[in-house]
Every structure is written in C-alpha cells, then in structure tokens.
C-alpha cells in the first residue's frame, strides 16, 4: 500500500510539473527546472537528491513553519514526500508558498527538477563510463571477450579448453594468433564462419560480431596482439 501511494503522488506530480505549472517556470524567465536532459551528470549528481533539496531549501526556507507540530511538517523525507502534491501546488502554480517571499530563482530550479525527477532520496547514479572500443588487448576483452564469452571461456565454465586471457590466446595449440598469418588466426576463423560453429554461438542467442568489430581484433593480432 504505501509504495502504491508513493506511485500515485509521484504521477500526479510529475504529470503537473509537464504541463500547466511547466509553462509558470518557464515564464519566470527560466527561473524554473531546466529540462532533466540539460543537466550534465555532474549536476544531477550534486542536485538529484533530498539532502541537497533539505540543505539548499526546505531547511532555510520551508521547515522554520512547517515544523513538528505544525498541519505540514516538512522536518523528513518521509514528511516531504507526503506532501509533493501540496508543494508543487502552492510554489510552482498558486505561487502562495513560501510565505516570507518566493523562492529565489536556483531554490527554484533545484526544487522543480528534483521533483520532476520523482523526488528521489538519492542521486541516480550515473551511467557507467565505457571506453571506446581500440585495437588493444584490454578493449577488446572489455567490449567483446567480457560481455559475450567468457561466462563460459573460464577455467570452470563450459568452454574452459579455450581461455581468452591474452597469454592463454598467445600459447593456445590451436594457433588461435597467429602473428606471421594474421588470417589465419584461429579465433577471427571462430568469429568469421557462418556455420553453427560460428563464436559467440547463435544457438545460444548471440548474433555474430559486427564487421567492424572483428576488423579491429584483426588489427590488434596484426600489431603483434600487445
């Protein structure tokens, strides 16, 4: 029940803040909640959170009425959050609130996206940084031997007769590098074919590696697979 209530307050908020009261921020001189899209990561990092809105808002401006005791106490998160409704109703539309003067225009902007952001009590963590994909050994475990083979390329798995760790590729019998006939590698024989021994095995679900993703393990065998 009580996250069905946090659902429900958090549509009827975010689904204010699209419309009407939207368009009272963005006549305010953009004093209002930029698009979530314009905040770089650094932002929503630092502003996506209750601490900051409590510290940056609430604290100075809001709880010095709305204490315990009082019909809105805004004193926690939990308070807070009961009341999102309330206070995008009476800041951002009927602009009543706070009553000792309207919020300055940055008290303005956090606020409005962190509640367009559903209120969250923590930041949303950032997505993670991925390298761009190189003719190196550490590229290419990162962005194709990682996510589509070594579940089972590992000394427990399935396929642990082919290791891919660099020096096991180096070493292996089956000549899956060969230095001298780079085309003749065993493992871009592996990733070429177009049969059901084809690597990543389609019987499992894995469609074949892009052209563009073996032409640069092609490039890292023939630089001497450093």
């Excluded at 209750?50 to 019909?71: A, D, T």
């Amino acid at each position: 029940m009580r996250f069905l209530v946090r659902t429900f307050i958090s549509a009827a908020v975010l689904g204010g803040l699209s419309s009407c009261n939207y368009s009272v921020l963005k006549s305010t001189g953009d004093a209002g909640a930029r698009s979530l899209g314009e905040l770089s990561a650094e932002e929503r990092a630092t502003m996506m959170n209750y601490p900051f809105i409590n510290s940056r808002v609430l604290q100075p401006r809001c709880v010095s009425c709305h204490r315990s005791g009082e019909k809105v106490n805004l004193e926690t998160y939990e308070s807070v959050f009961s009341q999102l409704a309330a206070i995008d109703r009476t800041v951002f539309i009927e602009q009543t609130m706070p009553k000792r003067g309207q919020l300055k225009d940055d008290e303005r902007r956090w606020l409005g996206n962190w509640l367009r952001a559903g209120a969250p009590l923590n930041s949303p963590q950032p997505p993670p940084t991925v390298d761009p994909f190189i003719a190196t050994y550490d590229s290419i475990r990162q962005h194709v031997f990682e996510p589509l083979c070594m579940a089972c390329h590992n000394p427990t798995g399935t396929g642990k007769q082919i290791l891919l760790d660099r020096q096991s590729l180096l070493d292996s019998p089956l000549v899956l590098i060969d230095l001298v006939n780079v085309d003749e590698s065993g493992l871009l024989i592996a990733l070429e074919r177009t049969d059901n021994k084809r690597m990543p095995p389609a019987e499992e679900g894995y469609s074949a590696l892009a052209p563009e993703q073996i032409k640069v393990i092609r490039e890292w065998i023939s630089n001497g697979a450093n």
